[in-house]
């Protein structure tokens, strides 16, 4: 089992350096390649313009890989696309947003209730473990576990969640995320972006997911994509680490970065990965079309 690594946080000046290297303390102690970019787009199969918005993305070389919703209503016609164009797509598990497939009904749809009512009722309630909620979370991570083995034909590589809800304490402390596959870890910061004890907290969360789980160097919000020298330090970044970027194409600004060139701009000196993988420094990357 890999040592956890610490929580992620970049010297803002050391990127603009060519000597520059992720600080001792930081360096994740599972990284055993090079540095990659995967660049990773949520919500695939929530509804079909998200659905398509993301494929588009992908057939021009701008997206290594996905993340799948299952329970929605283009959850079906979005595993069979998958299939069909080679998409890569992990399991993004959902416990805020309605399931909108039709036969999201009965217990299912109540236990989803009771746990968003949970975690939306306040911005700090993910941290919280409720023990009153303990069966609702683990028959909601196993139905989920089991649609997507259904509709992709497999077992799910990597997981995430959506609004980042698999890192709350009732699924993170009751150890609900199969291990041994590639989980999302919290969000990396450039210095000086967040308080000392917010990094404190995220930092511990991240020792206790890489106990069972492998994870990438880096994870980056690709908004906000001003000023642009932001995406600068991020893509130096990407270099000497493994650096996983989230995109949600249905935004219109983000969706126009991926579709009309502006991203060939960091592209062309870091090749994007063809999938999402932490296995070797061979990886095979993609180019985005012009």
């Known amino acids: 089992m890999h040592s956890p690594p610490c929580e992620s946080t970049v010297d803002i000046m050391a990127t603009s350096n060519p000597a520059f290297e992720v600080q001792p303390a930081e360096r994740s102690s599972n990284r055993t390649h090079t540095g990659m970019i ?18 588009e993305c992908f057939n ?42 039709p036969t999201a009904t009965g217990r299912l749809s109540e236990f989803h209730q009771r746990v968003a009512r949970f975690l939306l009722r306040n ?45 709350c304490a009732n ?20 210095a000086g972006e967040r308080s000392a004890e917010n990094r404190l907290y995220r930092g511990v969360i991240d020792r206790i997911l890489a106990r ?14 001003e000023p642009e020298e932001r995406l600068d330090r991020i893509f130096a970044i990407g270099r000497r680490s493994v650096v996983e970027i989230e ?3 249905i935004n219109s600004e983000e ?25 070797s420094a061979a990886t095979p990357t993609r180019r985005a079309n012009p």
């Open 38 to 55: 995967i660049l990773n787009a949520d919500d695939w199969g929530r509804d079909a313009e998200t659905t398509d918005r993301i494929l």
């Open 60 to 101: 021009q070389g701008s997206l290594s890989s996905t993340s799948g919703m299952v329970f929605m209503e283009d959850s079906e016609r979005a595993a069979a696309l998958a299939i069909e164009h080679g998409v890569d797509v992990g399991l993004h598990f959902n416990f805020t947003s309605v399931f909108s497939a």
């Open 123 to 167: 911005p700090l309630s993910k941290i919280f473990y409720n023990p009153l909620l303990v069966g609702a979370f683990e028959y909601l991570v196993k139905a989920q576990l089991d649609e997507y083995r259904r509709i992709y034909g497999g077992e799910p590589r990597r997981v995430d969640g959506h609004h980042h809800m698999h890192l």
């Open 171 to 190: 699924v993170l402390f009751a150890g609900l995320l199969p291990a041994g596959t590639i989980a999302r870890r919290n969000f990396s910061f450039l």
């Open 212 to 225: 069972q789980h492998r994870m990438t160097d880096f994870f980056f919000s690709l908004p906000p994509l």
């Open 247 to 249: 995109t949600h194409p």
């Open 255 to 279: 969706h126009k970065f991926l579709t009309q060139g502006r991203i060939r701009r960091w592209v062309d000196d870091s090749a994007i990965a063809h999938g999402f993988t932490l296995a």
